[in-house]
Nanobody, 115 residues
């Protein structure tokens, strides 16, 4: 069964940090490029960061460059998103998925940045 399970979200003050995790199963994770997305209320889903299957190449949306870092551990079939210097505009539900053939979306993890 193909599954993505995101975790690590929470409530954090502006300037704070969180580390999100996404565990994938039921597909060839180590051969899959992976992405993090987010969806804020009233907005479309936004691509945040991408990483190639070997973890060598990463890309980011301009608004998170220098603050977020995507990484992966293929042995644990997990992709991470380290988020530093969080801002209120980062508030959203965060999801991960494959690059290319999208698998069923997980439940996401809520990130709320507020004082």
């Amino acid at each position: 069964q193909v599954q993505l399970v995101e975790s690590g979200g929470g409530l954090v003050q502006p300037g704070g940090s969180l580390r999100l995790s996404c565990v994938g199963s039921g597909f060839t994770f180590r051969q899959s490029g992976m992405r993090w997305y987010r969806k804020a209320p009233g907005k479309d889903r936004e691509l945040v960061a991408s990483i190639t299957s070997d973890g060598v190449t990463t890309t980011y949306v301009d608004s998170v460059k220098g603050r977020f870092t995507i990484s992966r551990d293929n042995a644990k079939t997990t992709v991470y998103l380290q988020m530093n210097n969080l801002k209120p505009e980062d508030t959203a539900v965060y999801y991960c998925n494959r690059i290319g053939i999208v698998v069923p979306w997980g439940q996401g993890t809520q990130v709320t940045v507020s004082s």
